[in-house]
């Protein structure tokens, strides 16, 4: 290239201008940072979503929470946010847990009640359960989330039954009843006395382990009753029995025997006995 080329094409360079002072650089880089963190908040809080779009899938339902309160918007980001909160498992696999959920913000949606987005939603498809922010959850202390079965009656649903959840209990609620691996009611018979679902009681510490040669022997020392006689001859033909002591109150044990509900193949030996 000769030389008068060579100035041409320098004449012809745009060079672009100095990078400006570092802190300017930072501000701006962290301004574009937060918007864009900003901007996916808002699409997850589902302003404008139309709630009908989510309803009457056959091919599955989406894990609805709905806005029905519109006094604070501020407190709606605070419990949508706080609902889908990543909550740590204590798995190396899956780190954590977090629910699923839709946000549903639209101002249609405002007041709301249990009845109407029961009769909404209707029992032909999913949702078969639904999540509500409504005003008891803004004011709530401790932002309870309202939960709604919208099941069938055909499959053990009881729609319009609720309960209320934390939103550090989201993801156990969602996550269980998205996947049918729990239903509502077993959510629904484990709350508090204020109706508030808080998480389950953790399993009672067990005491020990008896194996077949502890139980025969135990067997052999009371046989007063038909159950123990029973218990006592049946107990060598059983493949690996064990049995698993646990400390617990007398009267929860006795409300738990109450409210079993065993089905029909089952046998049950000693509940009348106990319970007499």
């Known amino acids: 290239?000769?030389?008068?080329?060579?100035?041409?094409?320098?004449?012809?360079?745009?060079?672009?201008?100095?990078?400006?002072?570092?802190?300017?650089?930072?501000?701006?880089?962290?301004?574009?940072?937060?918007?864009?963190?900003?901007?996916e908040i808002v699409a997850v809080l589902g302003t404008g979503r139309n709630l009908d779009d989510y309803l009457h899938n056959p091919r599955g339902g989406a894990s609805l929470l709905v806005r029905t309160d519109f006094n604070s918007d501020e407190r709606w980001r605070e419990v949508a946010l706080a609902a889908m909160e990543p909550?740590?498992?204590?798995?190396?696999?899956?780190?954590?847990?977090?629910?699923?959920?839709?946000?549903v913000d639209h101002r249609g949606n405002d007041g709301l009640t249990v009845d109407a987005l029961v009769a909404r939603i209707g029992e032909e498809d999913p949702p078969y359960y639904a999540f509500v922010a409504d005003a008891i959850t803004m004011s709530h202390p401790e932002m309870a989330i309202?939960?709604?079965?919208?099941?069938?009656?055909?499959?053990?649903h009881e729609p319009g039954r609720t309960f209320r959840v934390i939103p550090g209990q989201m993801h156990a609620v969602e996550n269980n009843l998205s996947i049918a691996n729990m239903d509502f009611r077993s959510f629904a018979d484990a709350v508090d006395d204020d109706g508030v679902f808080r998480g389950f009681p953790p399993a009672p510490q067990h005491v020990a382990i008896l194996h077949r040669d502890e139980l025969i022997a135990l067997s052999t020392t009371n046989q007063s009753t038909p159950t123990l006689a029973r218990f006592a001859e049946e107990l060598p033909d059983l493949d690996n029995p064990s049995l698993v002591l646990y400390e617990t109150p007398r009267a929860t044990l006795y409300d738990f025997t109450i409210a079993l509900d065993p089905e029909s193949t089952e046998i049950r030996v000693g509940v009348e006995d106990y319970l007499a």
């Open 1 to 39: 290239m000769s030389a008068d080329d060579a100035e041409r094409v320098l004449a012809e360079v745009a060079l672009p201008d100095p990078p400006g002072d570092v802190a300017d650089i930072r501000e701006a880089t962290t301004s574009r940072h937060e918007a864009a963190a900003e901007a």
């Open 146 to 156: 309202l939960a709604i079965d919208c099941g069938r009656t055909e499959f053990g």
């Open 87 to 103: 909550v740590p498992s204590g798995m190396d696999e899956f780190p954590t847990f977090q629910a699923g959920l839709t946000c």
